[in-house]
């Protein structure tokens, strides 16, 4: 349905109209909400916020059946894993194509600034403990 004006925008990373590009992800990723597991698909992107001085990330989640079935519009806080790791967020607003936003702060679950250049994914991320810092 691309051609449909209620399709969602299929816009590739960092085309979104801001003047400084974000960093981000696009890609699989396994998202725990109320104890369930959920493989998902999801475009993420993150910025460090300097008036409070810490890093904001957020994106939207592929739609999924069996999500929307499980928060039928609600809110719910989970847990999304990503090849790079995994941080906590929130997740709300699904939007006309059933498409939930999530939204954290703290390390994201994508690699930042230099980390990006790192070829190979790591582990959990943000954790106390984990050795990362």
Known sequence: MPDSPL???DLPAGEHGAEQPDEGYRGPARLTVAGAEHPVEVDLRGHFQPIDGKYHWYGRIAADSGLADLLQGKRAKGALRTPYGESEGELADPDLWHRYRITGTGRPPFPVGEEQGEAAPR???????DGQG
């Open 123 to 129: 582990g959990r991320a943000g954790g106390a403990g």
């Open 7 to 9: 399709a969602p925008p």
